[in-house]
């Protein structure tokens, strides 16, 4: 009764379940798949930024290879620090230790939760959501 995937292990399960020495990976605990972000550096810059500036409820200064992701690809977060920094969303400062760090720009809060909107949640999509639905509508009532 090899069958391959999770839907065989389900099946394995309900047929008479996984025994403890079972080599197969469980349903449970063996996945090793990490989530996926498809987040622009810029969304994960803010994010994490965002994230510590509420439990702290204030300003933290962060230095940028903290971030996720930052060490994975430095260059593309460098320009996405670099273009929120011009679009003053962060402010760049020294650290304790003389080191760059970052900070959300307290003045800016409503900038960067609207760039922290979830596509679904803006206005734009909704005007074009009632639009396409009063055409159809037009068109189903000729």
């Given at each position: 009764?090899?069958?391959?995937?999770?839907?065989?292990?389900?099946?394995?399960?309900?047929?008479?379940?996984?025994?403890?020495?079972d080599?197969?990976?469980?349903?449970?605990?063996?996945?090793?798949?990490?989530?996926?972000?498809?987040?622009?550096?810029?969304?994960?810059?803010?994010?994490?930024?965002?994230?510590?500036?509420?439990?702290?409820?204030?300003?933290?200064?962060?230095?940028?290879?903290?971030?996720?992701?930052?060490?994975?690809?430095?260059?593309?977060?460098?320009?996405?620090?670099?273009?929120?920094?011009?679009?003053?969303?962060?402010?760049?400062?020294?650290?304790?230790?003389?080191?760059?760090?970052?900070?959300?720009?307290?003045?800016?809060?409503?900038?960067?939760?609207?760039?922290?909107?979830?596509?679904?949640?803006?206005?734009?999509?909704?005007?074009?959501?009632?639009?396409?639905?009063?055409?159809?509508?037009?068109?189903?009532a000729?």
């Amino acid at each position: 009764m090899a069958l391959l995937g999770s839907g065989g292990v389900l099946l394995q399960l309900l047929a008479g379940g996984l025994r403890s020495d079972d080599s197969r990976q469980s349903i449970f605990h063996g996945s090793t798949r990490t989530r996926r972000t498809t987040m622009s550096p810029r969304k994960t810059i803010l994010r994490e930024l965002s994230r510590q500036y509420e439990q702290s409820s204030g300003q933290v200064l962060t230095r940028p290879g903290e971030i996720r992701g930052f060490g994975k690809d430095p260059e593309k977060y460098q320009k996405a620090v670099n273009k929120l920094l011009q679009d003053r969303l962060i402010e760049g400062r020294k650290d304790g230790e003389g080191h760059m760090a970052l900070a959300l720009n307290g003045h800016r809060m409503g900038d960067v939760q609207r760039e922290l909107r979830p596509f679904w949640a803006r206005p734009a999509l909704w005007a074009a959501v009632v639009l396409v639905a009063v055409a159809v509508g037009a068109g189903f009532a000729i």
